[in-house]
């Protein structure tokens, strides 16, 4: 089954500056990536995704980059918020069947510093 | 996107009872799937609820302990049974509205066992 990776666990950044969160998945056959940010006691929500056909998407601060020879995608917040402070999870979906089911990294908490 | 409510929030419960967690989507979906966090970590999938069937359970997760109903394209329910300390975590219904679109949480259920 797929494996997905997440490095590092934690990350603080300045605010104002970047932050790039890198993940890793094992099967070639996955073909959708999104990325979910979960805040304190609240549920996951989707913030950007990107499919196997697209190698770049963006949308305003947040942008993801896909690499699928080496088989890894990132997330990349620029002019980072406080309120960017969260967990991020980024997950793969591998085909099933009629069917496709996510498989979540470990996630990785992001710390905007004031 | 659909509104997905879960119930209850939360709930503390005696090792050994059985606990119903409802999730109820305002519009009809495709998919639907259970997941568990457990405190700190990332999300595991329990199973996908198939209406009208039984659901497809991961590796791990057996219906005996988790039964799972989808009765219609609107709603689902998991059970928790013979519930233990090491069941304490939070369980998140998830809905996929159309093949192919991301999927959607519900706040999910914290729940604790005594």
């Known amino acids: 089954g797929e494996n997905v990776e997440q490095h590092p666990s934690t990350l603080s950044v300045q605010e104002g500056d970047s932050a790039v969160i890198k993940c890793t998945y094992s099967?070639?056959?996955?073909?959708?990536f999104p990325w979910y940010k979960q805040e304190l006691g609240k549920r996951p929500q989707l913030i950007i995704d990107i499919r196997s056909n697209v190698g770049e998407k963006k949308d305003q601060r947040i942008a993801v980059t896909l690499n699928k020879t080496a088989k890894h995608f990132s997330l990349h917040i620029t002019e980072t918020q406080p309120e960017d402070s969260a967990v991020y999870f980024c997950a793969a979906s591998s085909p099933e069947g009629a069917n496709s089911k996510l498989t979540f990294g470990k996630g990785i908490t992001l710390s905007v510093r004031p | 996107s659909a509104v997905i409510s879960q119930k209850p929030s939360r709930d503390i419960c005696q090792r050994g009872t059985s606990l119903t967690i409802q999730c109820q989507v305002d519009s009809q979906v495709t998919m639907m799937f259970w997941y568990r966090q457990q405190p700190g970590q990332s999300l595991t999938l329990i199973a996908t609820a198939n209406q009208g069937s039984e659901a497809t359970y991961e590796s791990g997760f057996v219906i005996d302990k988790f039964p799972i109903s989808r009765p219609n394209l609107t709603f689902s329910t998991l059970t928790v049974s013979n519930m233990s300390p090491e069941d304490s975590s939070i369980y998140l219904c998830?809905?996929?509205?159309?093949?192919?679109?991301?999927?959607?949480f519900g706040d999910g259920t914290r729940l604790s066992i005594l």
């Open positions: 099967d070639s056959a996955s073909n959708y």
């Open positions: 998830s809905v996929e509205p159309f093949e192919g679109q991301p999927q959607h």
